[in-house]
């Protein structure tokens, strides 16, 4: 039986390539869930990872007639933005994403974090903060792999896709 992974999208700069997030996962057997900020939205091309993953892109919480979604075997937030990073690190549940993220630490689900952030967020004290909070419960958050650079990550847009599934796997 194949494990799902939830792969909650941000809106930054790198949003529009998360299918190539979504094809690497399936590649490596997992079934895929895609999560979006409600802000992410504008950023993906929703029905492309819905025909990808045969599977709503999920964005708002369940009505109560609508059936519980099964819970996922771990997490990427990719790209994840420092709002959503130090939301994470709060324990602030304000949207869907949020939700699925408060809860996974307790639940024991591996979750890996890729930040989109510049420089200058990345240097505020409150980001390295939740950083480092977030990685004392257990998060892997990969922190400068995320920046794009001429040397790269081997991605075409310069963002590290490849790299959540390694963290995922303990590389």
């Given at each position: ?34 999560v ?23 964005s ?5 007639s609508?059936?519980k ?13 420092f ?9 602030i ?79």
């Open positions: 039986m194949s494990k799902l992974l939830y792969v909650v999208v941000c809106a930054a700069w790198p949003a529009a390539g998360a299918g190539r997030l979504v094809a690497l996962a399936q590649e490596a057997g997992w079934v895929v869930q895609v979006a900020t409600p802000s992410a939205l504008g950023f993906i091309d929703v029905p492309a990872l819905e025909e990808r993953t045969g599977r709503p892109v999920r708002r919480h369940r009505r109560p609508e059936p979604p099964p819970r996922a075997d771990a997490v990427i937030v990719a790209p994840a933005t709002n959503t990073v130090n939301k994470f690190a709060q324990g549940s304000d949207t869907y994403a949020l939700g699925v993220l408060a809860e996974a630490p307790g639940l024991g689900i591996p979750v890996v974090v890729v930040p989109a952030v510049n420089a200058a967020l990345a240097g505020r004290a409150v980001f390295r903060d939740s950083v480092e909070r977030l990685r004392a419960e257990g998060v892997r958050v990969l922190v400068g792999e995320s920046e794009p650079d001429a040397s790269g990550s081997g991605e075409e847009d310069g963002f590290p896709w490849g790299l959540a599934l390694v963290a995922l796997d303990g590389g």
